[in-house]
């Protein structure tokens, strides 16, 4: 069980390296999460991963991703939405200078209320048609409208 | 069969339209009963307290039943659009964006203005009272005074926080000489009727625990509950049954708890189950006098399916604009909203721009539905488009076409083993044009606001076979004054069944080009005043 795990976070670090910035997807602590959901999104896809891919390297995954699109597509939707919830990414995102909650709620964001001197629109752009002043227009030049008459 | 106490009205459907109906009907005294198959949604199950918030929106708080599969949804069949809705009290306003602009008067006339649709039988002004009212019920934010709607009432809150987000993009559209104007949405920006003001959390989409949007099931539902609606949550409607008379006489629903059927009875049976639901009800309602369905003899219901058309954009800017925060619509514009036969097509459309997008929503391609790179680029991609990016959709008023149209499945069943819709939508050529404009337009706004990259959802798969997510499902019991072309009459009532009124999307003649459940509930208010006079 562990080497499967070791091997699927080979594959997620295949997707999700490391850098100065962010940690690789191995050193998030999103491995026991991630296990439990590619065992809940379809039992055996771990192991049909590994199968397909065999070792994870660049190359292996280019391959799956060509070859299994439906199947990647799935990994690689589970990986990063799991990555990204991780206490260490979220640290990560904050450190590029945004505030950044990892929930939503309670907190919420600073109110920073809509200024009228601001904000409001200065144009006096834009128009409707008044009900009474709806006229036929000119069809002629569309001749796609044949469609449906 | 158990037979509960009769009603003067019986109200299929919890969502916004039923919410209102229900609401007016029982404060002017009449027994209502309204039933919903799905539940209760509290706020605590909101995913916004949990850490894992963006993965419960790709599972349980998702907003397609065929992803979602709840057990109060039913099975849309169809391999074209994705019919999005929330089955449960409160219906779609548990999972909605709240963007609450107005159709225009010219929505109303499209059978004058080139005779693709017919006109509606009210007409904007009309229906202006009932939206102004509607928007003192529902808590609406906003900023009157914009020229390219007619003249209306201050809104019930204050606009909105534009932030940075929305600054630049106004600014954009500044550049353009284009129309544009703070988007109005049901989600106050004060505190008003006891609900707290919108702490700009971001995660509209998943709706609203704290009650600052309104979510019908925190908003208006307790309001008609004391009033004296008798709610029945997981009650399923099967059919809706008539008397040899061919008046509506109630309807049998099933506890998806238990199982049991129960005849509901009433004077006044009204729909309100939305565009989908609704001629799904009529369609499975069919009897020896109705043998094409209730209401349906001139074969109207299930057609004329609209949703509007959509492309739209992911557009990314060099400075930080923080667009994870705040309400989803940031600004609206209206500058190619009405018909000009230059541009080659009838009909127009609006922009909508929206903030959005938590971490993992930005690395898997945000409003483009194009991902972030996998591997050594990753996070470089992802550090300079996180907080700097913004979606901008052009919603456009689709042509209503006999052929788009809801019916039964023939294969697919919900499970209470009643049959499924089944959704068929093909954009007319006019549709095409138009949404073709419209991408043009929508990087020329990617120019104006400076940005480094753009990326265009067309919503089309190679094949050709156009996919959007269809949130608006509209048209599919229009009323009119046509009898052989429509489903009922002005107030709602089918014009086969005199009792029978059906009170949702499913109503609307033509489609706008605004998200339009401002619209729903106007109309809903309308139709309720008149219903609850009925004797």
């Not at chain 2, 307290?49 to 039943?65: I, L, T």
């Not at chain 2, 529902?138 to 534009?162: E, K, N, Q, Y």
């Not at chain 2, 068929?424 to 606001?449: C, Q, S, T, W």
Request: charged content about 20%.
């Amino acid at each position: 069980m562990q080497a499967e795990t070791d091997q699927v976070m080979r594959l997620a670090d295949v997707l999700l390296p490391g850098d100065a910035l962010f940690p690789a997807a191995s050193a998030s602590g999103m491995a026991a999460l991630l296990m439990a959901r590619l065992h809940a999104a379809e039992d055996g896809m771990a192991a049909r991963l590994l199968a397909t891919v065999g070792e994870p390297t660049v190359v292996t995954v280019a391959r799956l991703e060509t070859a299994e699109p439906a199947l990647f597509d799935s990994l690689r939707k589970i990986v990063f939405v799991t990555y990204y919830e991780q206490e260490t990414v979220v640290a990560a995102i904050r450190a590029l200078g945004t505030p950044y909650n990892d929930a939503p709620l309670p907190a919420g964001y600073a109110p920073d209320p809509f200024d009228p001197a601001i904000d409001a629109p200065r144009h006096r752009r834009g128009h409707f048609v008044p009900t009474l002043e709806v006229r036929p227009v000119d069809l002629a030049a569309l001749d796609h409208l044949e469609e449906g008459r | 069969m158990s037979r509960p106490d009769h009603a003067d009205i019986l109200v299929i459907g919890a969502g916004p339209s039923g919410a209102i109906v229900s609401l007016v009907a029982a404060e002017a005294g009449r027994r209502v009963v309204c039933l919903d198959q799905g539940g209760w949604t509290a706020p605590a199950e909101h995913p916004h307290y949990d850490r894992d918030f963006q993965w419960q929106r790709q599972g349980r708080w998702h907003a397609e039943p065929a992803v979602r599969r709840a057990e109060a949804d039913y099975p849309v069949e169809g391999n074209q659009s994705h019919a999005l809705m929330w089955n449960g009290i409160g219906g779609s306003t548990n999972v909605y964006g709240a963007l609450w602009p107005r159709y225009r008067p010219s929505d109303f006339r499209k059978g004058t203005e080139h005779g693709l649709a017919p006109d509606w039988p009210i007409t904007y002004e009309e229906l202006a009272p009932f939206y102004e009212e509607s928007d003192r019920l529902v808590g609406i934010s906003g900023l009157a005074g914009d020229p390219a709607m007619p003249p209306r009432a201050p809104f019930p809150c204050a606009p909105l926080p534009m932030r940075d987000s929305g600054r630049t993009i106004a600014a954009g559209f500044e550049r353009l000489g284009w129309h544009w104007w703070p988007m109005p949405a049901a989600i106050v920006s004060e505190e008003y009727q006891g609900r707290p003001a919108c702490n700009g959390c971001g995660n509209c989409g998943s709706g609203c625990p704290r009650g600052s949007m309104a979510k019908f099931s925190l908003t208006l539902w307790p309001r008609a509950l004391a009033s004296g609606v008798r709610l029945l949550a997981g009650a399923r409607v099967e059919r809706i049954e008539t008397d040899t008379t061919g008046r509506a006489i109630g309807a049998v629903y099933i506890d998806w708890a238990t199982g049991a059927r129960t005849l509901q009875t009433a004077d006044v049976v009204v729909l309100a189950a939305n565009g989908v639901g609704s001629p799904r009800l009529l369609l499975l309602s069919e009897s020896a006098r109705f043998p094409n369905g209730l209401a349906n003899g001139n074969d109207v219901v299930g057609r004329y399916l609209m949703h509007h058309t959509l492309v739209g954009a992911s557009i990314w800017v060099d400075r930080p604009i923080a667009s994870h925060v705040g309400n989803t619509g940031a600004v609206i514009s209206s500058e190619f909203a009405e018909t000009d036969v230059s541009r080659g097509y009838v009909n127009g459309f609006n922009f909508n721009v929206a903030r959005g997008g938590a971490a993992a929503s930005v690395a898997l391609g945000s409003f483009a539905n194009q991902p972030a790179p996998w591997g050594a680029g990753h996070h470089a991609w992802f550090a300079r488009r996180f907080g700097h990016g913004f979606g901008a959709f052009a919603i456009g008023d689709d042509l209503p076409q006999a052929t788009n149209r809801i019916t039964l499945s023939q294969t697919e069943r919900d499970s209470s083993g009643l049959a499924a819709a089944k959704l068929h939508y093909v954009p007319h050529a006019n549709d095409r044009r138009m949404m073709h404009f419209a991408i043009e337009r929508l990087k020329d706004l990617a120019g104006a606001v400076g940005a480094f990259d753009i990326a265009v959802n067309t919503y089309c798969e190679p094949d050709g076979t156009y996919r959007t997510p269809a949130w608006h499902l509209l048209g599919t019991c229009r009323m009119g004054s046509d009898p052989a072309a429509s489903v009922t009459d002005k107030w709602h009532r089918t014009w086969e069944v005199p009792n029978l009124y059906v009170v949702d999307g499913s109503s609307v003649v033509t489609g706008g080009v605004v998200n339009p459940t401002s619209t729903v509930c106007a109309l809903a208010l309308r139709a309720g005043r008149h219903i609850a006079a009925l004797r």
